[in-house]
């Protein structure tokens, strides 16, 4: 069974940093293009960054270019958000999410296995 | 910038027919996607490639596209259909994956 599981979120300052993980099982992480998706309250989706299978290719929206940055550590079928200078703006429940095409270089695709989300809170 | 644009609300009767679009410039030349997502749930895809559907998805849900709009299909809507839908593409030179504003679709 494939699973996503997130952790990291909080309550945490404007201004401040903080570290999500998303450990995975359940299918051959390494092959596969993963994602990191928000959803603030109230709102809708909001695709954050993405990683191709290799690394070779990494994309940012705009709202968090700079402030973020996406990584994973295959030996741990892991992936990781690290967030930096947050802002109120950046409130959501974010979500890891898995591509669907093994061995794609770029990260435009489908997701098809989604975590449950960290809830991320920026508030003074 | 770029978006992609969905009503924010389509209504329907039980068994009625669903229609949702999802309207963007660079839609002829990017794939669009399809994701039901329920209260308090993560989304789940449910049209892939414009107009494939994963394996576990209902037959009465499916895509099409055409020039600068792709529009999910809900036949014979059912209670259980009710959620909010996003489509998802990219922008014109496929460096950013966009999501639609997201519709709610309400079963009456």
């Known amino acids: 069974e494939v699973q996503l599981v997130e952790s990291g979120g909080g309550l945490v300052q404007p201004g401040r940093s903080l570290r999500l993980s998303c450990v995975t099982s359940?299918?051959?992480?390494?092959?596969?293009?993963m994602h990191w998706v928000r959803r603030a309250p109230g709102k809708g989706l909001e695709w954050v960054s993405g990683?191709?299978?290799?690394?070779?290719?990494?994309g940012y929206a705009d709202s968090v270019k700079g402030r973020f940055t996406i990584s994973r550590d295959n030996a741990k079928n892991s992936l990781y958000l690290q967030m930096n200078s947050l802002r109120a703006e950046d409130t959501a429940v974010y979500y890891c999410?898995?591509?669907?095409?093994?061995?794609?270089?770029?990260?435009?695709?489908?997701?098809?296995?989604w975590g449950q989300g960290t809830m991320v809170t920026v508030s003074s | 910038s770029y978006e992609l644009t969905q009503p924010p609300s389509v209504s329907v009767s039980p068994g009625q027919t669903a229609r949702i679009t999802c309207s963007g410039d660079?839609?002829?030349?990017?794939?669009v996607y399809w994701y039901q997502q329920k209260a308090g749930q993560a989304p789940m895809l449910v049209i892939n490639?414009?107009?494939e559907r994963p394996s576990g998805i209902s037959d009465r849900f499916s895509g099409s596209s055409s020039g600068t709009t792709a529009t999910l299909t809900i036949s014979g809507v059912q209670a259980e259909d009710e959620a909010d839908y996003y489509c998802?593409?990219?922008?014109?030179?496929?460096?950013?994956?966009?999501f639609g504003g997201g519709t709610k679709l309400t079963v009456l």
């Open positions: 490639e414009d107009s």
């Open positions: 990683m191709s299978w290799n690394s070779g290719r990494i």
């Open positions: 359940g299918f051959t992480f390494d092959d596969y293009g």
């Open positions: 998802q593409s990219a922008d014109n030179s496929g460096t950013y994956v966009l």
């Open positions: 999410a898995k591509g669907t095409d093994p061995g794609e270089t770029s990260i435009l695709y489908a997701f098809d296995m």
């Open positions: 660079a839609l002829p030349k990017q794939y």
